[in-house]
């Protein structure tokens, strides 16, 4: 009996894009799909619910708290309340990781339309912005380092929870762990590990890179 | 011109930080509100501009109640200048000093043309104008701060202690570039201050608050520096009053005598010292035109032989005067006795040995 290879290239070779729903490749875009509609979802569902927080300071508390309590449930409970719900669809996953997105996002707006110091806000108003214009064009992009560190969290941990779900048949890259587990054959596992690590460190210089090209004026930058 | 009638403003937690405040503040003047920390200068200023809204009372600007201006049109009118600049982070320079005139429609083009003359009018190099606040000096923070208050042109300008982060040599030059501004500009100025020398050398009017918010006397520095209504305001203004106001009074009168042979000149009417028996001596110069008495006087103290050389813009002697006729000066510019002498008196005792202004008769 040989011993077995850490990775066997030729499984890989065949299993990625035989043209099935159990390509590598075809994961890998599953993947990609489910990581990022929840942040998505998250960003726009975010933005308003965050100004609402920092507009009516007692909403804050209880958004803050519901939230910081769906991001302590395991993110299996999640997936199976939803489950009765979905079905064994995407939806299944997406839903719970909107949640999470939504945890990490609505803090980071908040925070983020609290990074803007005072005397800037004060100077807006004392040169006579109306306050729609005064949000859209001071506060909202002074907020923008803060959002976007709150960003690069949110993608980055949605990322390595997609594959949670692929208990439910649904966790793009992560279906390979339970492929290899069942099977004792470590080289869809390692393939896995590699390609969600890859895909997070990638899509986390993407955002560093568009933190770069939006906020030049970003002090922060400077000594990053 | 801006006036306040009978204004207080009380906060919701029942603090009063204006107290019934009325007074006039003179179109194309600055206008000094000083007082100690809390008095409610902030308040006040803000008031202006509604960004706080008067609790009872008036302020109407060219005659007109400012409540019944729109607040962001009213405050498009009126350059608002802060301690921290407040510049917008995410705006290149050029873009910070355009923001009102892009508020009020202009073109980009006509804003940043506009900008970059700003700049330059409050001594910015214009190479500045692509950079972001964080790459700026707070003294060059400050100025772009000014220049985007001017940049529509509005007749007031609301300053807000903006000098008062930088350090001393800067603030003193940013005074002095206020100041020669306001010659060309002849702008209504409301500024706010703590420090009470900075008052008075931007002034020409100076209200005096107390904490309460309450005025404590509205007059023009060198009569602020003779005559303060009362303990508070003469404690206010601190020591060596007398001296202080010598810096009002011109020293154009200062009878001059003719250059003595002792006083050593170049060949271009230079002075470069009084000759003693160890050789040349320190000299001390004014230049009547320009300068104050306080500079004649400093000159004189100077001179090992209380003597200061007077000199003209070229720095060519123009004469001399003795500590006679400095004194001849000083006594003519005394400050009232007659009338005052209870106020005289406890000013002696409790701004102590500078204050000499009761002795001379
Ligand atoms: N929003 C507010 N609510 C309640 N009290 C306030 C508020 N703003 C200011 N005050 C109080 O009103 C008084 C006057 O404040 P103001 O800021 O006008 O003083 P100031 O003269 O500008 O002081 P400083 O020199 O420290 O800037 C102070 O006692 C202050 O604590
Ligand atoms: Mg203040």
């Known amino acids: 009996m040989t011993e077995e290879p850490l990775v066997r290239w030729d499984w890989i070779a065949r299993n990625w894009a035989n043209g099935g729903p159990t390509a590598i490749s075809a994961l890998l875009e599953n993947h990609v799909v489910m990581a990022f509609l929840p942040v998505l979802f998250g960003l726009v569902v975010a933005l308003p619910l965050g100004l609402a927080c920092v507009r009516w300071r007692w909403l ?25 719900v979905t079905g064994l669809t995407r939806s299944t996953v997406v839903i719970p990781l ?3 997105a939504l945890a990490v996002l609505i803090p980071a707006v908040v925070d983020g339309l609290a990074s803007v110091p005072d005397p800037v806000r ?79 460190v990638l899509a986390d210089g993407l955002l560093v890179l568009a933190q770069r090209l939006l906020t030049p004026w970003s002090r922060a930058r400077r000594t990053a | 011109m801006i006036t306040f009638e009978d204004v207080t403003k009380r906060y919701r937690d029942g603090t009063v930080a204006v107290d019934d405040l009325s007074l006039e503040v003179p179109t194309g003047a600055i206008t000094v509100f000083v007082g100690p920390s809390g008095c409610g200068k902030t308040t006040s200023l803000r008031m202006i501009n509604r960004m706080i809204d008067a609790t ?16 962001p049109t009213l405050r498009r009118g009126i350059g608002y200048v802060i301690q921290q600049a407040g510049l917008f982070p995410h705006r290149k320079i050029v873009d910070n000093v355009a923001t009102v005139p892009y508020l009020l429609g202009w073109s980009k083009k006509k804003a940043r043309t506009r900008a970059m003359e700003l700049l330059e009018l409050v001594g910015l190099d214009p190479g500045l104008a692509g950079r972001y ?65 900075e008052a008075v050398k931007l002034g020409d009017t100076v209200a005096v608050m107390r904490v309460g918010g309450r005025l404590a006397q509205m007059a023009g520095p060198a009569t602020l520096l003779t005559e303060p209504a009362d303990d508070f305001v003469r404690e206010f203004l601190g020591r060596d009053r007398g001296i202080r106001r010598l810096s009002f009074i ?3 009168e200062v009878r001059l005598s003719p250059s003595p042979s002792d006083l050593v000149t170049d060949e271009d009417g230079r002075a470069l010292g ?11 110069t004014f230049n009547p035109e320009t300068d104050s008495l306080r500079v004649a006087l400093d000159a004189a103290l100077l001179s090992p032989n209380g003597t200061a050389v007077a000199v003209d813009e070229e720095g060519r002697v123009r004469g001399v005067a003795g500590r006679d006729a400095i004194d001849e000066l000083l006594a003519e510019y005394a400050p009232p006795a007659a009338g005052r002498a209870p106020g005289g008196s406890s000013g002696g005792s409790s701004s102590g040995a500078g204050d000499s202004e009761g002795a001379p008769a």
Do not use: C
């Not at chain 1, 804050?60 to 997936?79: D, E, I, K, R, W």
């Not at chain 2, 982060?165 to 060309?184: G, H, T, Y």
């Not at chain 2, 009084?274 to 001390?284: E, M, Q």
């Open chain 1, 60 to 84: 804050y508390q209880p958004t803050a708290a519901l939230m910081n309590v769906t991001y302590s449930l395991p993110s299996l409970v999640l997936f199976s309340i939803f489950l009765s």
């Open chain 1, 98 to 100: 909107t949640f999470f």
């Open chain 1, 122 to 200: 004060q100077s807006a108003v004392a040169m006579g912005f109306r306050p729609a214009r005064r949000l859209l064009r001071v506060e909202l992009p002074v907020a923008v380092p803060v959002v976007l560190a709150g960003l690069r969290v949110a993608t980055v941990s949605s990322i390595s929870l997609v594959s949670v779900g692929a208990l439910i048949g649904q966790g793009g890259l992560g279906n390979l762990f339970i492929d290899g587990w069942q099977r004792q054959f470590y080289t869809p596992i390692v393939v896995g590990i590699v390609l969600i690590v890859l895909l997070a």
């Open chain 2, 56 to 71: 009872s009372g008036r302020i109407t600007l060219d005659g007109q109640d400012v409540r019944e201006i729109d607040p």
């Open chain 2, 133 to 197: 606040p964080f790459q700026l000096s707070g003294g060059q923070q400050q100025r772009v701060g000014v220049a985007r208050a001017l940049a529509a042109d509005p007749p007031v300008l609301l300053m807000d202690e903006p000098f008062s982060a930088v350090d001393p040599i800067v603030r003193a030059s940013l005074q002095d570039e206020l100041l020669r501004l306001q010659s060309e500009l002849r702008k209504t100025i409301v500024f706010v201050t703590h420090d009470i020398d």
């Open chain 2, 250 to 252: 011109s020293a154009k």
């Open chain 2, 274 to 284: 009084w000759r003693t028996a160890d050789g040349l001596a320190a000299h001390g």
